[in-house]
């Protein structure tokens, strides 16, 4: 085995596509135009709540330009879709504001985008209600169909809590958050001979597929969608959303192919974000800081045509030892847009909460914060008593406070200041579940030397395609550079989505047998010239990559921040951030440092400069685009350090890697708020810790 193929797996190894992405060479879903293609613009409904009563179509038609203007009236008709977001133009209802009630289509932009400000659209308005009330007696306890929402209980937690000698009882609360991918939700769609491509920005080519073949009653095989190169999604495009059934519908009504990329402004009523929580928590624990009681009750809200459950108590489920536990998940339906997945959804906002009120809990006993999480952890799954295949938490908790330089902290609140400038730190603890699903792939071995391997992942900016590449060259036991891996294109072998945290693991999985296999096969024919064509091997990980295990599988890791807090202003600024993980083996140590530090100023902004409001008047909300919608610019990042501890894991996949594409954003928002609260010894329970709050706090 030559030197260089032993090194495959954990090299830092430069993205593939890199160059194609600065020099302009890669193309997106937007950047393909075939032959007379056509570009639409949706009409969003301006009521709350209620049923479209008339279109009036007849300026936008006589817009220059126009070719159609779609609306329940006259779209083509879809089968029943499972998801109900994407029974667009199906009937008159409106079940919030921005909900799609026509499309124009035109042969440029600007006469798409002119003929949709000309249609006009008359409602029957209905009362509307898009408030969430922890209290409303309408909220209710979902069905727990998968294990992280609903209701567990152990033993009597209400008892032991009223029992303990030392409690916290406080209530967090989080804002609705918006993805804002940088590239947009957009596709193009061409219909011919009774075939539909697309080209779509999506996290799952193969889950896009499926869905338009059912929708137009087509076979799979008639589908062929394409996402090559994807701008973002942090979960937003991780199922089908209303702009590739709407660029679908328009070109086969208007036989034409179609490109629709939605407006920024429109992306928060139609493509999922996540739902704010109210979260109550309560800690009983002795004087030696040993936890005996954990309660975490968590009220979402939900839309009124679909439900969705951001699980924030899943994570406590996992990460402390306690005699006595319960963990609630209460959803409130409004007239809401569907709020779906956000990069770590469930565990972004819950260990906010948890890891404030271990930090409060950390004050009341005057014990050290690292010190306590130590006191707490656990080789067992609270919840599941399953044995951890692999937990390091406390390694990270340890490394990170010896980096960070912990032991120099002085304790006590308004220890340290800098003129007006009050400083502090803070640590929270993080972690994330390990999931695979079931991928196929192949791998071919050509007389040239060279090597292919082919599986319908998702790239969608982490560097798939390289680190498929080092997975397969490991197994062939073969240089890095004399593998390519095509990946985002639905007539490749079926592979899952990109999300959860499970890509790399689910299509390393099916890769990885692909190559062992096609290495035995060559083995076979040691010393014999390879046919023209090649040879080839497949594989296909059903149950074995979704086989249950016997070990509960996750990544752990610790947050250690400092900021200094503006006493004039209420300004918070972090000036360092740190990260230590424990998530298997590292397969690419570039692109990993990549996803954690991505992951990281993600959670800064959660923090200190993210947060939406639902207008209760107008219900929508407030902050649509990124002018008020504030994500952290470079000035607001500081030098950022990621770190991690390699795991030998026999429990996970042949890679023994660990999701690392959300962890980093879980955690970070508490050690941020916790360092506030050492900095002013004010504690602030919701986010994000604006100017006006903070300074009203230490005031």
């Known amino acids: 085995m030559p030197d260089n193929a032993v090194s495959a797996l954990g090299a830092p190894e430069e993205r593939r596509e890199g160059p194609d992405k600065v020099t302009g060479a890669a193309r997106y879903a937007a950047e393909h135009t075939p032959e007379r293609c056509a570009y639409a613009w949706p009409v969003p409904a301006t009521v709350a709540r209620g049923e479209v009563t008339a279109v009036d179509d007849k300026a936008a038609l006589a817009v220059p330009g126009v070719v159609g203007v779609l609306s329940h009236l006259n779209a083509p008709r879809l089968t029943e879709p499972e998801d109900p977001t994407l029974a667009v133009l199906q009937n008159a209802r409106v079940p919030h504001r921005g909900w799609y009630v026509a499309l124009v289509v035109a042969d440029t932009l600007e006469a798409a985008r002119e003929g949709a400000g000309a249609v006009r659209i008359t409602y029957a308005e209905k009362p509307h209600d898009v408030t969430l009330r922890a209290d409303s007696s309408d909220a209710y306890v979902p069905e727990d169909s998968d294990g992280t929402s609903g209701e567990h209980t152990r033993g009597d937690a209400e008892k032991a809590f009223a029992a303990a000698p030392v409690r916290v009882d406080a209530t967090y609360r989080v804002p609705p958050l918006h993805n804002h991918p940088m590239e947009p939700h957009a596709a193009t769609a061409h219909w011919q001979g009774g075939r539909l491509t697309v080209h779509d920005s999506s996290q799952g080519a193969t889950t896009v597929r499926d869905v338009l073949a059912s929708l137009f009653s087509l076979s799979k095989e008639q589908v062929t969608v394409v996402s090559e190169h994807v701008g973002g999604g942090f979960g937003s495009k991780g199922t089908p959303r209303p702009h590739v059934v709407l660029a679908s519908m328009a070109a086969r009504a208007t036989e034409r192919p179609v490109k629709l990329a939605l407006p920024r402004r429109q992306l928060p009523a139609v493509v999922g974000h996540r739902s704010p929580t109210v979260q109550r928590l309560r800690l009983g624990a002795e004087a030696d800081g040993t936890l005996t009681s954990v309660i975490h009750e968590v009220t979402s809200h939900t839309s009124r045509i679909k439900e969705f459950t951001e699980t924030a108590a899943a994570a406590t489920r996992v990460m402390y030892a306690s005699p006595h536990g319960r963990t609630t998940h209460k959803v409130l339906p409004l007239d809401v847009p569907s709020p779906s997945w956000m990069r770590a959804p469930g565990e972004a906002p819950g260990m906010y909460a948890l890891e404030s009120a271990v930090d409060e809990l950390a004050v009341e006993l005057g014990i050290d914060p690292v010190e306590l999480r130590l006191r707490n952890d656990t080789q067992t799954e609270p919840d599941s008593s399953k044995p951890f295949s692999s937990r390091h938490l406390a390694e990270c908790l340890r490394e990170g406070a010896r980096l960070f ?122 010393g014999q010239q390879l046919p023209p064509e090649g040879v080839g091997a497949t594989a296909d990980t059903e149950g074995t990559a979704d086989a249950e295990s016997d070990y509960a599988r996750h990544a752990f890791g610790a947050h250690f921040a400092e900021v200094g807090v503006d006493t004039v202003t209420g300004e918070v600024r972090v000036r360092r951030l740190l990260g230590v993980f424990a998530a298997g083996h590292i397969l690419n140590s570039r692109t990993a440092r990549s996803q954690f530090i991505g992951a990281m100023t993600m959670g800064l902004g959660m923090a200190l400069t993210e947060g939406s409001t639902m207008d209760a008047a107008f219900g929508d909300f407030a902050e649509s685009d990124l002018a008020a919608y504030h994500v952290p610019a470079h000035a607001d990042v500081p030098v950022l350090e990621a770190h991690w501890i390699d795991e030998d894991d026999p429990h996970l996949n042949p890679m023994g890697s660990k999701g690392i594409g959300e962890i980093g954003i879980v955690g970070t928002a508490a050690a941020i708020g916790n360092a506030v609260h050492h900095a002013t010894g004010a504690r602030l329970r919701e986010l994000p810790l604006t100017p006006d709050r903070v300074l009203a706090a230490v005031e």
């Open 405 to 526: 330089g912990w032991s120099e902290r002085d304790p006590r609140p308004r220890s340290r200041a800098e003129g007006p400038i009050l400083v502090g730190s803070g640590v929270a603890a993080a972690t994330y579940p390990v999931t695979a699903m079931p991928s196929r792939a192949s791998a071919h071995a050509y007389p040239d030397g060279s090597y292919v391997v082919r599986v319908n992942a998702t790239d969608i900016g982490t560097g798939a395609r390289t680190v498929l590449a080092q997975v397969a060259a490991d197994a062939l036991g073969v240089p890095a550079a004399s593998v390519r891996a095509e990946v985002g294109n639905s007539d490749l072998p079926d592979a899952s989505l990109a999300g959860g945290s499970s890509g790399t693991a689910s299509w390393g999985w099916a890769v990885h047998e692909a190559c062992t296999r096609l290495a035995a096969r060559l083995s076979g024919q040691r």
